[in-house]
């Protein structure tokens, strides 16, 4: 449910901006659709935070969650590894490469960590703060509670599976969590979105839209 009441960001809040990298982007190896959509809301919101967190997936060469490390396997199809199901991706995000970089159009100098993941290569990690084998730690949560942020806010790419994971541990690490959906795109694959939306609502993550928030910076 989107709720209505206006938000002033403070210095117990952070908004984390996940995985706006050029793979993600129209042109790129997993492109979202309409993903550039997200930038210019993600631009004005940064500019009322004083704390903005990046998240970057971040994989190296026959990551297990590319369709390419399976015989026999598509993008978009879904696999049984490890620690469950996975669903297989095109190669994105391959450590160093073009693809993998933060998108130049972000205007969010004041940015004050970049958090790689996804660098395990035989776990995915959609969320910043958990590998999705649902034990490996990126530590994202610790540095949060060090830094004494009380709310999080979520916006980026994709809202159905990296931004949703993140907003779900956040929620689950005890941050007052908040997704600003305006300035998220989802890929929706077999339902992905509803069922993350029916996720979010059931961990109660307030689902809010840019106008809500008024700057303190
Ligand atoms: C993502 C699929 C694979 C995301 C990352 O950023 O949502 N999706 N890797
Ligand atoms: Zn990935």
Known sequence: MTERATIKAGEHDVLIVVDVQLDFLPGGALAVPEGDAVIAPIN??????????????????????????????????????????????????????????????????????????????????????????????????????????????????????CVAWTALDAVEAGFDTYLIEDASRAIDTDGSLARARRDMEAAGVHVIRSEQILGAR
């Open 44 to 161: 004005r919101l940064a500019k009322l935070f004083r704390h903005v967190v990046l998240t970057q997936d971040w994989h190296p060469e026959g990551h297990a969650s590319f369709a390419s490390s399976h015989p026999e396997k598509q993008p978009f199809e879904v696999t049984e590894l490890h620690y469950g199901p996975q669903v297989l991706w095109p190669n994105h995000c391959v450590q160093g490469t073009p693809g993998a970089e933060i998108s130049p159009d972000l205007d969010i100098p004041h940015a004050q960590l970049v958090i790689r993941k996804g660098y395990n290569a035989r776990i995915d990690s959609y969320s910043g703060f958990k590998e999705a084998d649902r034990r490996t730690s990126t530590g994202l949560a610790g540095y949060l509670k060090e830094r004494g942020f009380s709310r999080v806010f979520c916006v980026g790419l994709a809202l159905d599976f």
